[in-house]
C-alpha cells in the first residue's frame, strides 16, 4: 500500500485513466467491429461500409492521439480495413 501522499494520489489518478482508457478503447471497437459486420453481410453496400470506414479511422486516430493506441497499429488497422472496403466494388 502507498506511505507517500502523492503515491496515493497517482493510485487515484491511475484508477480515473483506466477507467477512461476503457471507455475509450470500447469505443473504438464498437466502431471497427460495425464496420466488420458491414463487410460480413453478403451483400454489402460499398457507400455505408465507406461512411463507417470514416467514421471508424476517426475513431482509430483519436485514440492514438489520447495515447490509446500506437500509431502504427492504428495506421495497419485503416488500411486493412480500407483495403476491405475498397475489395467490395
Given at each position: 500500500?502507498?506511505?507517500?501522499?502523492?503515491?496515493?494520489?497517482?493510485?487515484?489518478?491511475?484508477?480515473?485513466?483506466?477507467?477512461?482508457?476503457?471507455?475509450?478503447?470500447?469505443?473504438?471497437?464498437?466502431?471497427?467491429?460495425?464496420?466488420?459486420?458491414?463487410?460480413?453481410?453478403?451483400?454489402?453496400?460499398?457507400?455505408?461500409?465507406?461512411?463507417?470506414?470514416?467514421?471508424?479511422?476517426?475513431?482509430?486516430?483519436?485514440?492514438?492521439?489520447?495515447?490509446?493506441?500506437?500509431?502504427?497499429?492504428?495506421?495497419?488497422?485503416?488500411?486493412?480495413?480500407?483495403?476491405?472496403v475498397k475489395a467490395l466494388a
Amino acid at each position: 500500500m502507498a506511505s507517500h501522499k502523492s503515491a496515493e494520489k497517482s493510485i487515484r489518478q491511475t484508477a480515473r485513466r483506466t477507467l477512461v482508457n476503457q471507455n475509450r478503447v470500447g469505443r473504438i471497437r464498437t466502431f471497427v467491429k460495425k464496420i466488420e459486420a458491414l463487410l460480413a453481410t453478403p451483400n454489402a453496400k460499398k457507400e455505408e461500409a465507406a461512411t463507417a470506414l470514416v467514421q471508424a479511422e476517426r475513431e482509430l486516430m483519436r485514440g492514438v492521439s489520447k495515447g490509446v493506441l500506437h500509431k502504427n497499429t492504428a495506421s495497419r488497422k485503416v488500411s486493412r480495413l480500407t483495403k476491405r472496403v475498397k475489395a467490395l466494388a
